[in-house]
């Protein structure tokens, strides 16, 4: 899901959508907002943001965050039908992560050639934003460390005994977790808790 108005774009995924969301603000500015404190599950009193970070506004290419999906957290189902809200499902091979992205870009024309070439084979949007920037929301498939997939794996069974304390069991709890480049990429991974 994704909104866009005069100053801001708003990004928020299918499953961490009504408690987590992704801000890149017209000044440059992002966030991470933290959830309402209704799903704040960690010790301590949640703070506003769980992360902040500047990109440049004027630059011709920003590349703020991704989003990792690996292989061992994608699920095939037949999933419920919804409300027909523009939804596009990513295609993904077996054994394969897949992996969203969003740009910022002022180039003219615009870079599609480059981004299929550097194996972004799905947008998502593509959108003039009022500043003359484009917002490319693409996804590909990437590759994902071994070791990795394993520190993934302890810590699931890290947080699991904890979650069995709580008073109400959560309906589908999910890690998320994230590390930065040495450009400032944000790279943030989605893991399922439960099986």
């Known amino acids: 899901m994704w909104k866009s108005d005069a100053s801001d774009v708003y990004l928020a995924g299918r499953t961490l959508g009504g408690c987590l969301k992704a801000s890149l603000h017209q ?3 992002c966030h991470i907002r933290a959830p309402d404190q209704q799903f704040w599950r960690s010790t301590g009193t949640p703070s506003s943001f769980l992360d902040t970070w500047k990109i440049n506004p004027e630059g011709q290419y920003e590349f703020p965050f991704g989003i990792i999906i690996p292989a061992s957290e994608l699920r095939c189902s ?3 039908k919804h409300k027909d809200k523009g939804t596009i499902w990513i295609p993904a091979k077996a054994d394969s992560s897949v992996e969203i992205a969003v740009f910022l870009t002022r180039a003219e024309p615009r870079p599609v ?3 299929a070439s550097a194996g972004w084979t799905t947008t998502v949007v593509l959108e003039r934003l009022p500043d003359g920037r484009d917002l490319w929301v693409v996804a590909g498939e990437t590759t994902f ?8 794996e302890k810590l699931k069974e890290h947080v699991r005994p904890q979650l069995a304390l709580l008073p109400t069991q959560p309906e589908n709890p999910r890690l998320l977790l994230v590390s930065t480049d040495a450009k400032g990429t944000r790279r943030f991974v989605e893991a399922a808790v439960l099986q």
């Open 145 to 152: 460390p071994e070791d990795r997939k394993i520190e993934i």
């Open 78 to 80: 037949r999933w419920a």
């Open 27 to 29: 000044s440059g500015r």
């Open 113 to 115: 050639e480059a981004l």
